[in-house]
């Protein structure tokens, strides 16, 4: 049997329009751009042989063919709407799209998801491309791990992970040699050496530096790097001094492929955060990856005294 109705998308687009009066409100509520939906309406008149809307200089109307049709689909569109609403629902209780800052997850975070797998394992976590802006418009994750401070995301549930502790590292032979020729005695000395930076955090040095007891320090920064895996390889070829998070660098201090000129309790605000809209707290997934994610942020060395730093000042 040849079918008379015309595709979904169609349908949706066209009932958009008659509810919004507005080719372009129309695109902004199904996340599709004006072309789109233009094309669509066309298509069906097309399929009709009638005009089913009318445009003015203010608004757009529908013609009476235009007003049968929408009576005719708008309840089923509704019930078919609503009827998949409620099949995704059940399926997403076991499923989290999750993105992250790249190093962060590929360093600290995915070492320790066996155990998140363990624990839950009727959850399926999917990550999806970072951004590093993300606000969670159009299609987007249900939860993001981010860089920033706590204050960055006032529209968002956002909950402090790991991250602020941050320290001095170097190529292990720089700081030999300036501990040989009886130099690196105070943090202010470094400020004689190559200065390497993350490019979203040039501020690192200096809030480091006057945590550190430099309080007129004005560092001069050397070169500066997107990404801290690339920062971290750039202090392993010893082009310089670096301030990176802890968290990121346990490995390396620990083998000896970086050294730290000082081991001072020195922490940021800036950190690693996980946010969610605030309607997604409770979305199931969420809730159990949250959860374990602040339970297996505090066995990290020194989260406890952050979290209690946090909960003073923010």
Same mark, same amino acid.
């Given at each position: 049997?040849?079918?008379?109705?015309?595709?979904?998308?169609?349908?949706?687009?066209?009932?958009?329009?008659?509810?919004?009066?507005?080719?372009?409100?129309?695109?902004?509520?199904?996340?599709?751009?004006?072309?789109?939906?233009?094309?669509?309406?066309?298509?069906?008149?097309?399929?009709?042989?009638?005009?089913?809307?009318?445009?003015?200089?203010?608004?757009?109307?529908?013609?009476?063919?235009?007003?049968?049709?929408?009576?005719?689909?708008?309840?089923?569109?509704?019930?078919?709407?609503?009827?998949?609403?409620?099949? #995704?629902?059940?399926?997403?209780?076991?499923?989290?799209?999750?993105?992250?800052?790249?190093?962060?997850?590929?360093?600290?975070?995915?070492?320790?998801?066996?155990?998140?797998?363990?624990?839950?394992?009727?959850?399926?976590?999917?990550?999806?491309?970072?951004?590093?802006?993300?606000?969670?418009?159009?299609?987007?994750?249900?939860?993001?791990?981010?860089?920033?401070?706590?204050?960055?995301?006032?529209?968002?549930?956002?909950?402090?992970?790991?991250?602020?502790?941050?320290?001095?590292?170097?190529?292990?032979?720089?700081?030999?040699?300036?501990?040989?020729?009886?130099?690196?005695?105070?943090?202010?000395?470094?400020?004689?050496?190559?200065?390497?930076?993350?490019?979203?955090?040039?501020?690192?040095?200096?809030?480091?530096?006057?945590?550190?007891?430099?309080?007129?320090?004005?560092?001069? #920064?050397?070169?500066?790097?997107?990404?801290?895996?690339? #920062?971290?390889?750039?202090?392993?070829?010893?082009?310089?001094?670096?301030?990176?998070?802890?968290?990121?660098?346990?490995?390396?201090?620990?083998?000896?492929?970086?050294?730290?000129?000082?081991?001072?309790?020195?922490?940021?605000?800036?950190?690693?955060? &996980?946010?969610?809209?605030?309607?997604?707290?409770?979305?199931?997934?969420?809730?159990?990856?949250?959860?374990? &994610?602040?339970?297996?942020?505090?066995?990290?060395?020194?989260?406890?005294?952050?979290?209690?730093?946090?909960?003073?000042?923010?």
């Amino acid at each position: 049997m040849r079918l008379q109705s015309p595709s979904m998308s169609e349908l949706h687009a066209f009932a958009a329009v008659a509810r919004l009066g507005s080719f372009t409100r129309a695109a902004e509520a199904l996340c599709v751009t004006q072309g789109a939906i233009s094309r669509a309406i066309a298509r069906l008149e097309e399929h009709f042989g009638q005009p089913l809307v009318q445009r003015n200089a203010h608004r757009l109307l529908l013609t009476g063919a235009g007003q049968q049709l929408l009576d005719a689909v708008a309840g089923p569109l509704a019930a078919i709407e609503s009827a998949s609403a409620a099949l #995704l629902a059940g399926d997403r209780r076991h499923h989290l799209t999750l993105s992250a800052v790249p190093t962060l997850a590929s360093v600290w975070l995915v070492p320790k998801l066996p155990d998140f797998h363990r624990r839950h394992p009727d959850i399926r976590l999917d990550f999806v491309p970072y951004r590093r802006d993300e606000d969670f418009s159009g299609p987007a994750p249900d939860a993001a791990l981010l860089a920033g401070e706590a204050g960055k995301w006032p529209a968002l549930q956002v909950d402090y992970i790991v991250g602020r502790e941050m320290v001095p590292v170097c190529h292990p032979d720089r700081a030999r040699l300036r501990r040989e020729a009886g130099k690196w005695n105070d943090p202010a000395e470094l400020l004689d050496e190559p200065l390497l930076y993350h490019t979203t955090a040039p501020a690192n040095w200096q809030h480091w530096l006057q945590a550190a007891g430099v309080p007129s320090a004005a560092p001069k #920064l050397s070169t500066g790097f997107d990404q801290v895996s690339i #920062l971290v390889q750039a202090v392993r070829a010893d082009m310089g001094v670096a301030v990176l998070q802890r968290c990121l660098l346990r490995d390396e201090i620990a083998s000896g492929r970086v050294a730290m000129p000082f081991d001072l309790p020195i922490r940021l605000q800036r950190g690693y955060f &996980l946010c969610a809209p605030k309607e997604r707290r409770d979305h199931p997934a969420l809730h159990h990856f949250r959860a374990w &994610l602040l339970e297996t942020a505090t066995q990290d060395p020194g989260i406890a005294e952050v979290r209690h730093e946090s909960a003073q000042h923010e």
